[in-house]
């Protein structure tokens, strides 16, 4: 048995690449970029006003000249057609491109506009007022978005400016997930009073979702010998093989036997902690990975977080989930002598960790409305008010 800290760093160093691959900007939301992206050209492309208004030339203002004859209209999209003589102005609608011969814009709020000319209340205008200047925001061939953002609403709005149709990003790992025990009953099916519905599918592909990941093979197995054999088998191929139940020291728990007969190099069985303890971690003769869960909810859900997490934020160089460190609110007594993990809410202002009540890791709850797991550490008997507390946000 492992601490989960050393637990994570084998995990660690066995993070790989799964590659890289082309898709449309289309379906870009959540996925992560595998090239540094480049700015085509300047942006703005244009000197650009900032307002609806009136664009003149500074010189004039210093001059004392006060009252402007308009020139001409410039709407966005439309270029002037004429210069600047001493006096005039453009009348100028936000986000249209501002000739050279202008050099400040005062906003329409600002004006008084009487058959076809224009006088200002306000005593004074500077140098490129009210105007986003050609380059400003990025010049042409200058880094524009780093290699390894998520691709959010902002990213991708970003990438469509830039002109971007198609990006490189990430290959998402191939994962097979198996779920285990004669118990488990699929959620459509009649269960008897000796029966449980298959929550942890449902759990683990939720889980999965967040990356982007869906499962290209899932199925349920019975605790037969023959049945996991041949299916674990068929799943050697694969960049992750996430299993569900079957790894404590019951009769019926075949798993880990099953999996190191197969090639499967066991790199670790049992981690130090509550609950979660029957964890089992492998790697597979292709390199992939093999994360073996314990059946009970909470526990899925808790070394989920901690080492499937722990993987696939290093192997893609991203991570989902933050890890917080607050004070603790209430009384929580350790009851074991492992690091324990429970559900918490994140209440207040300033932020503290409050426990969420769980009847054990069998909870079919799950900490129902938790907003993080927290960590309470093996040295520590007692968390009391004002503890420190880490936790991860689910």
Not at 80 to 109: F, W
Not at 351 to 367: F, P, T
Not at 374 to 383: I, R, S, T, Y
Request: charged fraction near 25%.
């Amino acid at each position: 048995m492992i601490d989960f800290r050393e637990a994570q760093k084998i995990i660690t160093s066995k993070a790989r690449s799964f590659g890289s691959e082309v898709i449309d900007l289309e379906d870009a939301e959540g996925r992560i970029l595998d090239e540094e992206i480049f700015s085509d050209r300047d942006y703005p492309p244009f000197n650009r006003s900032a307002m609806d208004g009136y664009a003149i030339k500074l010189e004039d203002w210093e001059n004392g000249i006060r009252e402007f004859s308009i020139t001409e209209t410039i709407f966005a999209g439309n270029s002037a057609t004429s210069q600047l003589n001493t006096g005039s102005c453009y009348k100028i609608m936000n986000g249209a491109s501002v000739p050279y011969s202008a050099n400040a814009v005062i906003r329409r709020e600002d004006s008084n506009e009487t058959n076809g000319k224009v006088s200002f209340s306000i005593e004074e205008i500077s140098l490129f007022q009210n105007i986003a200047q050609k380059g400003e925001d990025l010049k042409q061939g200058s880094p524009a978005i780093k290699a390894d953002t998520i691709c959010n609403a902002s990213v991708i709005s970003t990438l469509a400016t830039l002109g971007k149709t198609s990006i490189r990003v990430k290959k998402l790992p191939r994962v097979a997930f198996f779920t285990t025990g004669n118990e488990v009953k699929p959620v459509k099916s009649a269960v008897n009073k000796n029966q449980i519905r298959n929550s942890n599918e449902w759990l683990v592909k939720s889980l999965l979702k967040n990356w982007r990941i869906k499962p290209e093979l899932y199925r349920h197995l019975p605790d037969n010998k023959e049945d996991l054999f041949k299916n674990i088998e068929n799943a050697l191929s694969f960049d992750i093989l996430i299993m569900s139940g079957g790894v404590s020291a019951g009769d019926a728990d075949y798993v880990p036997e099953i999996l190191q007969s197969l090639g499967v190099t066991k790199l670790f069985h049992k981690v130090a902690i509550k609950p979660g303890k029957p964890f089992w971690c492998g790697q597979m003769p292709n390199g992939g990975m093999v994360f073996a869960l314990p059946g009970n909810p909470f526990s899925t859900l808790v070394t989920f977080k901690l080492f499937i997490e722990t993987f696939l934020s290093e192997s893609l160089k991203q991570s989902i989930s933050k890890t917080l460190n607050l004070p603790f609110s209430g009384k929580r007594i350790r009851k074991s002598g492992l690091d324990e993990f429970f559900p918490a809410k994140i209440i207040g202002e300033p932020s503290k960790i409050e426990q969420v009540d769980i009847n054990g890791s069998g909870d079919i709850r799950l900490g129902l409305y938790a907003e993080a797991i927290a960590h309470h550490p093996k040295e520590n008997p007692e968390l009391t008010p004002g503890t420190l507390t880490s936790c991860i946000t689910l």
